[in-house]
């Protein structure tokens, strides 16, 4: 029998469990480590829809979503021009637009039903916090999802006929999206605060602020939101927990025409302007909902374009689709707290901003964002880990938001509930964190990570459309 001769040097590729690599190093061997896992969990009724949509159906989605990346990528919203939710699409009668899924009163969470009588006594349907409690309750005031109306609220917002809006346009699309003019820090409604401080918030919004920004509208034209949202990125930003960048490149585009308010709006405006870093947030939510509001045109598409929470659920819509798919709002966890707080204060996730991380901004722009870093794990490491987790689970990447600590990479864009299930990697949004039950507003900020079960859902769906 002719010998074998064995060789001498052995390099090792190993699959799946990373101990087996770890205990080759330790012994001084070569080793490359693939890291693969079990595609959704094993589960076999998934890994056969996963087959057929990454199989007999892949030309038909992924042709699809390659419109819907296009349409993210390449419209160009505009803030055209002020409005008021009473001419936001579809709004009749004595209503409160909230974030999130559809929900009733009583199932509302803390936060919510606070920002809810607030707006209530805003409106002038109550003359306090307790009168409004007895009109919610009783259904006296209707309540309806704000994404219904083409529109996106952060927090714990809601918002009645007379707070202004931004109305922002994306012509390549011929779609219109809408958002509140943002409250700002402190003692507000959207932190889910029922205050006399936050009711005045809210009436100076409608009585000041709207017919202000109206007029510095008029004399600056149409502004490219996303532009300057890019710029804010380059310079720290994520657009979402962080806006100072954008909100200050904002404020000096319309600075000549701030200075020409009337006197008696002047300084009010510009003191609320000051004070308020969040200002661009808003509007940034307003114009990814118009880009949204155009990819969700585009049928058999597995890409998200709508994803919203309202503190009780959390809710998902695939484009070409008009049905939700709900489960439990999850906890923000990698989480910082004000002095005195912690976990067990803190309100589920909440809000209708998670429409940015559809867009390439929030968690996908975490990787260029120090003050994002600070909540995942304090390095610029762990804030590249969390960019690098959406570019697993997403269709494409931006041309038009780059990260500088990335080597200038794009930042990943739409995301594939077929990943998302293949993976188990679900998106992580990062977000403010409110009280669950004092009403004492923001107690600290973290990222949520968003469920499955409602991606696995959703992907379901998908696949009952296309007949699998």
């Not at 999206?177 to 918030?201: C, H, M, S």
């Not at 994803?307 to 709002?329: Q, V, Y």
């Not at 995301?415 to 403010?432: A, L």
Request: hydrophobic share 45%; glycine share 12%; net charge negative.
């Amino acid at each position: 029998m002719p010998r074998v001769a064995l060789p001498e040097q052995v390099e090792v590729v190993t699959v799946g469990l990373p101990m087996f690599a770890e205990a080759i190093r330790e012994q001084g061997g070569s080793v490359q480590q693939v890291d693969w896992r079990i595609p959704a969990g094993g589960d076999p009724a998934a890994v056969r829809l996963l087959t057929a949509l990454f199989g007999r159906h892949a030309a038909v989605v992924d042709e699809a979503n390659r419109e819907v990346v296009r349409r993210l990528d390449e419209g160009v919203p505009q803030l055209v021009a002020m409005g008021r939710i009473a001419d936001v699409p579809g709004y009749t009668g004595r209503t409160l637009l909230h974030c999130g899924p559809p929900i009733d009163y009583a199932e509302a969470c803390d936060p919510l039903r606070r920002s809810m009588r607030a707006a209530v006594v805003a409106e002038g349907w109550a003359v306090d916090v307790a009168e409004a409690d007895g009109l919610l309750a009783r259904g006296d005031v209707a309540l309806d999802a704000a994404n219904h109306h083409d529109t996106v609220v952060p927090m714990a917002s809601a918002v009645g006929p007379s707070q202004p809006v931004f109305v922002v346009e994306n012509r390549e699309g011929g779609t219109r999206a809408y958002a509140p003019v943002n409250q700002g820090p402190g003692e507000v409604a959207w932190f889910g605060r029922e205050t006399d401080a936050a009711i005045a918030r809210l009436r100076f919004l409608a009585d000041v602020a709207g017919d202000a920004l109206a007029h510095v509208l008029a004399g600056s034209g149409p502004i490219d939101l996303l532009a300057l949202a890019a710029q804010g990125i380059t310079m720290g930003d994520d657009l979402h927990m962080r806006t100072q960048a954008a909100t200050n490149l904002l404020t000096r585009a319309v600075l000549p025409h701030l200075a020409s308010l009337p006197e008696a709006a002047r300084g009010p405006f510009a003191s609320y302007l000051a004070g308020n870093h969040l200002f661009f947030l808003n509007a940034a939510m307003a114009a990814a909902k118009s880009l949204q509001l155009w990819a969700e045109q585009v049928p058999y598409s597995s890409i998200v374009t709508t994803m919203s929470r309202n503190g009780t659920t959390f809710g998902i819509k695939l484009a070409g689709s008009p049905d939700w798919h709900l489960c439990e709002a999850p906890p923000v966890g990698d989480a910082l707290y004000y002095s005195g707080f912690g976990p067990e204060t803190a309100a589920r996730d909440v809000g209708d901003s998670a429409v940015l991380e559809l867009t390439g901004m929030g968690g996908p722009a975490a990787g260029g964002s120090a003050a994002v870093a600070a909540f995942l794990g304090g390095t610029m490491a762990g804030a590249a880990e969390a960019t690098r987790s959406f570019r697993a689970i997403c269709a494409g990447t931006s041309s038009r938001f780059t990260l500088p600590p990335l080597e200038f990479e794009g930042t990943p864009l739409g995301i594939d509930v077929r990943k998302v299930v293949e993976t188990g990697i679900t998106p992580k949004v990062t977000t403010g964190i409110l009280h669950a039950a004092a009403g004492t507003g923001q107690v600290g900020a973290g990222v949520a990570t968003a469920p499955l079960e409602c991606f696995a859902a959703a992907l379901r769906a998908l696949g009952e459309r296309l007949g699998s």
